[in-house]
């Protein structure tokens, strides 16, 4: 699917395309009474899981190269990190 040839969707923006709009209500703090460092403990492990996401990401694409036996490919993939 080409992102940018879709004629069903809003132009494409920084905002639309990260869906700033949902990311940035998932943080809910839930301490009572509310707790100031709670946002920055949420936003803080929140990003940390977005990172483990990228690097499941980055290993699944290492392990396709090899069982295809594209061993450049899958060194490229370290290079860049």
């Not at 100031?36 to 403990?41: A, G, I, N, Q, V």
């Not at 803080?44 to 036996?69: M, V």
């Amino acid at each position: 699917m080409n992102l940018l040839s879709r004629t069903d969707m809003p132009p494409l923006t920084y905002a639309n395309y990260l869906d700033l709009e949902k990311l940035l209500t998932l943080q809910k703090p839930r301490s009572s009474p509310a707790e100031h460092d709670e946002m920055l403990f949420i936003i803080i492990h929140q990003t940390y899981e977005l990172w483990f996401k990228q690097l499941l990401h980055e290993f699944e694409k290492i392990n396709q190269d090899f069982s295809a036996g594209n061993l450049f490919g899958a060194i490229q993939i370290f290079w860049k990190q």
